[in-house]
Nanobody, 125 residues
């Protein structure tokens, strides 16, 4: 069992930056693929970024490629999402998720086994 807790969300102006953190409990964090998803009001939850257990493979949604960076520190049981050049359309609740599959990151939310409670990111224009 893994528990995930996100932090770092908030209100930022367009063009600004935020770094989200996802702290995981449990001794098996290093074996999990980690992902970040987001859900804007009235929209479906969508994939943002994913990282393999070793950190060697990273995938990004086209909409955030070049602006967001996913990373992880297995010694701290924490995954991160650095968000730069934020746009109003990035406004959403951001969720981190853990996938027991030890391979390339999945982009489909139903592949993930554990979810955090979410953290709100609001980007003003």
């Amino acid at each position: 069992q893994v528990q995930l807790v996100e932090s770092g969300g908030g209100l930022v102006q367009a063009g600004g930056s935020l770094r989200l953190s996802c702290a995981a409990s449990g001794r098996t964090f290093t074996t999990y693929t980690m992902g970040w998803f987001r859900q804007a009001p009235g929209k479906e939850r969508e994939f943002v970024a994913g990282i393999s257990w070793s950190g060697s493979t990273r995938y990004y949604a086209d909409s955030v490629q070049g602006r967001f960076t996913i990373s992880r520190d297995n010694a701290k049981n924490t995954a991160y999402l650095q968000m730069n050049s934020l746009k109003p359309e990035d406004t959403a609740v951001y969720y981190c998720a853990a996938d027991k599959f030890k391979g390339a990151p999945n982009t489909r939310q139903y592949e993930y086994d554990y979810w955090g409670q979410g953290t709100q990111v609001t980007v003003s224009s």
